[in-house]
Each structure stands twice: as C-alpha cells, then as structure tokens.
C-alpha cells in the first residue's frame, strides 16, 4: 500500500476540522490517522470561542456510534480469521439461545 502524504493529510484534517468548528457543526473533536501500525497524524481541535478544549484525553460521548463501531470491529475479526458472520450469537452469548424472531401482521404477531 502506498504512504500517505503526511504533509497532505494533516493540511486536509485541520482544514476540514477548522470549517466543522467555525461552522458550529462540531464543538471538539479529535483525529488519528494509522496506516500500517505507525501514527502518521494526531490532532485535537475545541472551540476557542466558546472555551472548548479537546485534548488527546478528551473523553467523547459516542451515543448511536456504538453500532457502527462495533460492526467495524467485527468485521476486523472477520477479516483476521477470529469471527466468521454467520455465527450464532448465543455463541457468545448463551442466553439469547431461545430467542424467538417474530413479525408483526396486522394486530396479531407471528414467530418465524
């Protein structure tokens, strides 16, 4: 895989992250950028405008992120050879074994 131009990315981050700030869009935010295991740009951005300030500790609150975060990190898995998809969930979690999957019809409800 080719590097990145750091010089580049880091000019595209801070430019992007500058407009976010200005715009209102964002308060904060924070950015890492690795490509083969090495650091390659890190970055804290807060508005000063109205005392924002991000630092690399800052603890983000993700709220609906959780899904996708964590379908990445599944198919990382998948990818490394450690999950495969189609693996039953009580696998991992034994007490959604019985779990019935059902549908709505009308006013009556039907277990598929």
Known sequence: MKKLNEK???ERIEENARADIQSGRVGGMSAVVTQNGETIYQGCFGDERIGIKVSEDTIFRLASMTKPVTAVAALILV???KLELDTPIYKF??????LNIGRVCGNEFEII
Request: glycine share 8%.
């Open 79 to 81: 990818e490394q050879g």
């Open 93 to 98: 979690m034994p007490e959604f074994r019985e």
């Open 8 to 10: 580049i990315l880091k």
